[in-house]
Nanobody, 122 residues
Framework: QVHLVESGGGSVQAGGSLRLSCAAS?????MGWFRQAPGKEREGVAK???????SVAESVKGRFTISKDNAKNALYLQMNSLKPEDTAMYYCAADPFKLQIGYGGSSYVRYWGQGTQVTVSS
């Protein structure tokens, strides 16, 4: 069984930064970050495969960086140059199969955290 707990969300002005953390227990396979804004589908934002390969969505490329500390079994998302459109609930995810960036992949994710809110004001 995998248990994921996110932290680090909050409110920030446009242009600011936040760092999300996800504490994981159990074998965490492939991991990533999804986000869901009100009225929208859950979107894969960034992922890191078990071999360390990372990918991010085009909408956050150059601004968001995903990383993992295997010794601590922790996942991170460094978010810089935040925009109001980044406002959403952010979820940590893990699955035996590779996660999907963008829309359409959230239905197949096996493990989710409870989410942490990120609010960016203009």
């Amino acid at each position: 069984q995998v248990h994921l707990v996110e932290s680090g969300g909050g409110s920030v002005q446009a242009g600011g930064s936040l760092r999300l953390s996800c504490a994981a227990s159990g074998y965490t396979y492939n991991m990533g970050w999804f986000r869901q804004a009100p009225g929208k589908e859950r979107e894969g934002v960034a992922k890191i495969d078990v071999d360390g390969t990372t990918s991010v969505a085009e909408s956050v490329k150059g601004r968001f960086t995903i990383s993992k500390d295997n010794a601590k079994n922790a996942l991170y998302l460094q978010m810089n140059s935040l925009k109001p459109e980044d406002t959403a609930m952010y979820y940590c995810a893990a699955d035996p199969f590779k996660l999907q960036i963008g829309y359409g992949g959230s239905s197949y994710v096996r493990y989710w955290g409870q989410g942490t809110q990120v609010t960016v004001s203009s």
